[in-house]
């Protein structure tokens, strides 16, 4: 199955010089890039969305890179007693594709799945990874983490959405 989608760093130019963008960026400065954030369902993924922590606010803002981007009002974070890191686009070495590859692997020692959906996190913790989350149609998932850099498997959650939602 060939997968689509927008190259990351085609996406964040784009709407790093859109005027309304650009304007939001200087009149929120100290904001910085946290995450970026896109979904797929089959092998189309849609636009994506860029994440800006304020760290003086404790606020999130959520840019969609669509053609004519969206800027979303802030919104409060949860508190998991990790700080909230800038990430560095380029230092990502292993790409969407390469990173999306690791997760297949990683779902075929599940072979009764069958996922059909993809939700990926760009995010810096303790190390710039890729946060891959796939969803099969009996709501579980496997959560496969890759570091952006090197392309190893820093983690591996095979769960059901469930349990994770009722904390049970």
Do not use: C
């Amino acid at each position: 199955m060939e997968i689509t989608f927008e190259a990351l760093d085609h996406a964040y130019a784009r709407i790093s010089k859109n005027k309304k963008v650009s304007s939001w960026m200087k009149s929120n400065e100290g904001s910085f890039l946290a995450n970026a954030f896109n979904t797929a369902e089959g092998s189309q993924f849609g636009p994506w969305q860029f994440g800006f922590f304020h760290p003086s606010t404790k606020m999130m803002v959520a840019i969609n890179a669509t053609m004519q981007p969206s800027i979303s009002e802030p919104s409060e974070i949860l508190e998991s007693g990790n700080p909230i890191r800038e990430l560095d686009l380029s230092k990502v070495r292993i790409k969407l594709d390469d990173a999306l590859e690791k997760a297949w692997e990683a779902g075929k020692k599940h072979p009764k799945e069958s996922f059909i959906r993809k939700l990926v996190i760009l995010q810096h913790s303790d190390k710039q990874h890729w946060n891959i989350t796939l969803v099969s149609q009996s709501l579980n998932t496997l959560t496969v983490k890759v570091d952006s850099q090197s392309g190893a498997v820093l983690d591996e959650q095979f769960g059901s959405l469930i349990s994770q939602a009722f904390g049970k």
